[in-house]
Nanobody, 123 residues
Framework: QVLLVESGGGLVQAGGSLRLSCAAS????????MGWFRQAPGKEREFLAA????????YYEDSVKGRFTISRNNAVNTVYLRMNSLKPEDTAVYYC????????????????WGQGTQVTVSS
């Protein structure tokens, strides 16, 4: 079992930045891939970025490439999502997830999910 706890969400003005954190516990994560997703009201869950824990290989959705940065800190078992130049359309609940078998953009390939953290971007 892997427990994921997100933090760092909040209210920010357009053009601002936030860094989300996802603290992982429960199992050795060296064989996992970690992903960040978001879901806005009335919309499907959307992939943003993924990182392979073992070698930090990165994978970004094109729509956030250049604005969002995923990273990890092995020492504290935490994955981050740095978000710059935020826009009102980035408003959503942001989730981190862990996959045992896939380095993927597809939510169904992730086994464990955090509870989510709300990000609201005001215009």
């Amino acid at each position: 079992q892997v427990l994921l706890v997100e933090s760092g969400g909040g209210l920010v003005q357009a053009g601002g930045s936030l860094r989300l954190s996802c603290a992982a516990s429960g199992r050795t994560l060296s064989r996992y891939a970690m992903g960040w997703f978001r879901q806005a009201p009335g919309k499907e869950r959307e992939f943003l970025a993924a990182i392979r824990w073992s070698d930090a290989t990165l994978y970004y959705e094109d729509s956030v490439k250049g604005r969002f940065t995923i990273s990890r800190n092995n020492a504290v078992n935490t994955v981050y999502l740095r978000m710059n130049s935020l826009k009102p359309e980035d408003t959503a609940v942001y989730y981190c997830a862990a996959s045992r078998v896939a380095f993927s953009r597809y939510s169904y390939e992730y086994d464990y999910w955090g509870q989510g953290t709300q990000v609201t971007v005001s215009s």
